[in-house]
């Protein structure tokens, strides 16, 4: 027994030798699960923020404080942004459906952009504290490469880009 997406569609399979009313049964109790799964794949502004600070006490001792934590629709080539002045940090939505880790990655390297606005060693240093931080960035090239972006590394620009999950 299972249901899932399929498109804007919603897949239940059931074996057939049910009763209606345990179809019916069934079928309510698979439809909660999807969206509950859904739900923790599709966190609200409120859900981020809370992660944000959360992650940022595991990881950053809590000295990384966000204003704001929200989903925004018009970044094509980010993952994410963070703008150190007034604290805001924003996800684009393209991240939604992705792994759990993957998205606290991409908070984590945000709220490091509150501490140090840079690229440099000590930003790297505290990316760093997120356990699985390279493994993330390896899924986010992986997503690029998928979107036949180019991944010459040597260039420095692109290759933060993709720090950043360019997708264009």
């Known amino acids: 027994m299972s249901a899932y997406r399929d498109g804007d569609k919603v897949v239940v399979m059931l074996p057939s030798r049910l009763s209606k009313a345990e179809e019916e049964q069934w079928i309510a109790t698979l439809l909660g699960r999807l969206e509950e799964r859904e739900r923790r794949r599709r966190p609200s502004d409120a859900d981020l923020e809370t992660r944000a600070r959360e992650l940022s006490r595991r990881h950053l001792g809590g000295r ?6 929200r ?3 018009n970044q094509r080539t980010r993952w994410g942004s963070c703008t150190p002045d007034d604290g805001t940090i924003r996800l684009s939505t393209r991240l939604r459906g992705m792994p759990a880790w993957v998205v606290d990655y991409v908070l984590v390297h945000e709220l490091a952009h509150l501490l140090v606005p840079g690229h440099g060693a000590d930003f790297w240093a505290l990316v760093a504290h997120y356990p699985k931080a390279e493994r993330a960035r390896g899924y ?5 490469a998928a979107a036949n972006l180019p991944l010459d590394d040597s260039d420095d620009e692109l290759a933060d880009g993709l720090r950043h999950g360019v997708a264009g």
């Open 64 to 69: 990384a404080v966000p204003s704001s934590v």
């Open 71 to 73: 989903w925004v629709a």
């Open 140 to 144: 986010l090239e992986g997503v690029a």
